[in-house]
């Protein structure tokens, strides 16, 4: 069965200091994967996404992710966070046999410490 | 390009009544797909429609229905409302099969 797993339900960080939200999929197929985030009270914006290719991916707002095949990770990264950062983030999943029933993760909700 | 829409952005209502909810997805775009948002699931996904055709569906009971018109619009309709029904609802589009979602701003209902 598919599934995404955010390990991480809370994260605090001070503004500037560096973040990485981590992402597991567990998935039959060849995966494509995204990161949505989410302001309170707002619907979902993509941060980024992998299809295939080079599998550092680079997205709006800074941030980056990494694809990692033999770990199952999609982990998300930006090496300096500002207080605007703070929302929720949502790893999402995939799969061409799947078609646009994308599989989410219950989400990382990020706090940022001024 | 205008982004997705969605309406009502809230809605009250009671046990055993019925809601529609609408979404107009970005110009061009021809896959609509529904999920729904609790505290408790996160976000699970409702069906897809794809050239009027609902081409995926979730695992919700048949009380949750949609389609989808000529232009790409689409709706959503729940039967028998029950107070888990409370949630936001997202409404995303995209070109095609497995595609970039483009989120809207949800619909959020209240069932009392």
């Known amino acids: 069965a598919q599934s995404v797993t955010q390990p991480d339900i809370h994260i605090t960080v001070s503004e500037g200091a560096s973040l990485e939200l981590r992402c597991n999929y567990s998935?039959?197929?060849?995966?494509?994967l995204f990161w949505y985030v989410q302001s309170p009270g707002q619907g979902l914006q993509l941060l980024l996404k992998?299809?295939?290719?080079?599998?550092l991916v680079q997205g709006i707002k800074g941030f980056e992710a990494e694809f990692k095949r033999s770990q199952s990770s999609f982990n998300l990264r930006k090496p300096s966070v500002h207080w605007s950062d703070a929302a929720e983030y949502f790893c999402a999943v995939g799969a061409e046999n799947t078609g646009n029933q994308f599989y989410f993760g219950t989400g990382t909700s990020l706090t940022v410490i001024p | 390009k205008a982004g997705v829409t969605q309406t009502p952005r809230y809605l009250i209502k009671t046990r055993g009544q019925q809601v529609t909810l609408s979404c107009s997805p970005i110009s061009g775009h021809r896959s609509v797909s529904w999920y729904q948002q609790t505290p408790g699931q996160g976000l699970q996904f409702l069906f897809e429609?794809?050239?009027?055709?609902?081409?995926n569906k979730g695992n919700f009971p048949g009380r949750f229905s949609g389609r989808q018109f000529s232009n790409s619009r689409s709706e959503m309709n729940v039967s028998t409302l029950e107070l888990g029904d409370s949630a936001l609802y997202l409404c995303a589009s995209s070109l095609g099969r497995v595609e970039t979602q483009y989120f809207g701003p949800g619909t959020r209902l209240l069932v009392l």
């Open positions: 429609y794809f050239s009027e055709t609902q081409r």
């Open positions: 992998y299809f295939s290719g080079d599998t």
């Open positions: 998935y039959g197929a060849t995966p494509y």
